[in-house]
């Protein structure tokens, strides 16, 4: 038995076919677009806690330091760079082109060794001498993760590095694996511009997602209504 109202010739079928396909994927597209705006608040909640993990007041450098506790820790120090050796690390940077960031062995004030990133050289620059004399670096301490399956090998014959390997920078410069990225120093003459660690280096990319999500609903939409407008005018 097939009730009346159930009853359908095969091209209204199509027809209202057509209609629950497009309102469907105009939902499920919508619903895509929604999805990446919450995901925009929660990473631009995390960025901004980043940012004031960062920006936070600097503190002396603590005794016993562990990457998964200090990690963008704010820190100070006072000392001096020792050693007649800079390591660089190729780079690129958008406004300045390829470059090295300057890496050199600190001493502290208390003897402990660590290792400052004192920022970035271009390759067309001679490169800045190390820094003479004693004075403070602040910056953030870090354990960057920058080695990969591509990862070229150092060219240490050149003084070519491909990645800031904190534990081999220490065996080679002979300190603690502690890395401070240089925010600022009262070395003066120092020729290398700093390369803070920013949460702007971080992606955001959400909105830009969303706005492709709720695009491509508008285009879905708009098709949608196009063939079922074509439908209705074959069938008349």
Request: charged letters at 15%; a neutral charge; proline letters at 6%.
């Amino acid at each position: 038995m097939q009730l009346p109202f159930l009853h359908f010739e095969g091209d209204e079928m199509r027809y209202w076919g057509m209609i629950l396909l497009g309102a469907v994927g105009t939902a499920v597209l919508l619903g895509l677009g929604v999805w990446q705006l919450q995901r925009l608040a929660w990473k631009t909640e995390i960025l901004a806690q980043i940012e004031r993990k960062i920006l936070a007041p600097a503190i002396d450098i603590p005794a016993q330091v562990a990457p998964a506790t200090h990690d963008l820790l704010p820190v100070r120090g006072t000392g001096q760079y020792i050693g007649d050796h800079t390591v660089r690390v190729l780079v690129s940077q958008k406004i300045y082109g390829a470059g090295y960031r300057l890496i050199n062995a600190f001493e502290l004030s208390d003897g402990r060794k660590i290792i400052v990133d004192r920022g970035f050289a271009s390759v067309r620059a001679d490169m800045p001498a190390i820094p003479e004399g004693s004075g403070q670096v602040t910056g953030n301490l870090q354990w960057p993760q920058e080695i990969d399956s591509f990862t070229p090998d150092n060219d240490l014959a050149a003084n070519i590095w491909f990645a800031r390997d904190v534990r081999a920078l220490s065996a080679y410069l002979q300190t603690e694996p502690i890395l401070l990225v240089l925010r600022s120093s009262s070395f003066a003459g120092d020729a290398a511009t700093p390369l803070p660690k920013m949460s702007a280096n971080i992606p955001n990319d959400h909105l830009n997602y969303a706005l492709t999500w709720f695009s491509l609903a508008l285009i879905w939409l708009g098709m949608s209504g196009y063939f079922l407008y074509r439908s209705r005018n074959i069938k008349t």
